[in-house]
């Protein structure tokens, strides 16, 4: 096993999709889809209560700061796999509870999504399709608003299903918005 995920990491660049199983800091199994933010470091980590060498990759939503800790999963050498994975779907709209949402944690953050409105029972599509930027105002609450126009579209809790979709890299930071229906 050692060899081969020596292997695979070192076929891994930075910007590829990947889904890494391992260990979050706290010793908790954790696996993490999303885009490799930074090239695997080996670190000294702790396992069972020793400190132990292993490999930690940086792993989450394009543009996520590496340095944040919802990011990093360690894998030891005889524990933990990591694997290439297709990119998400761009413009596939899915209704979730915002905590699905990849990079959107119970933290201070900043995804971007492609917002279709409010979800649940009676919502059988999306009603728009407008970019915006997910982050965490207070008391639970979490603000998706438009930075460009300086417009908030919501504020929501977690358990709040929505529609959402990965928004398109041709779209960038200065998208207004696209009608429900693309994608």
Known sequence: MKAELLKILDGLSVEDHVTATGTDTRGHNVTRTGYLLAPPTLVNARRNGFPTKGWRLFVGAA??????????????????????TPEPEVGKWVMSELRHVPGVKATSHTTRILYGGKGGARS???????????T???????????????????????????????????LGQNASSIPANEG
């Open 136 to 170: 965490y105002g207070d008391d639970g609450i979490y603000v998706l608003w438009d930075p460009a126009t300086d417009t908030t579209h919501a504020a929501i809790k977690l358990s709040t299903k929505i529609w959402w979709a990965h928004l398109p890299k041709e």
């Open 63 to 84: 543009g996520t700061d590496p340095s944040e800790r919802t990011t990093w999963v360690t894998l030891f050498l005889d524990a933990g796999a990591v694997e290439r």
């Open 124 to 134: 059988s599509e999306p009603s728009q399709g407008i970019p915006v930027t997910v």
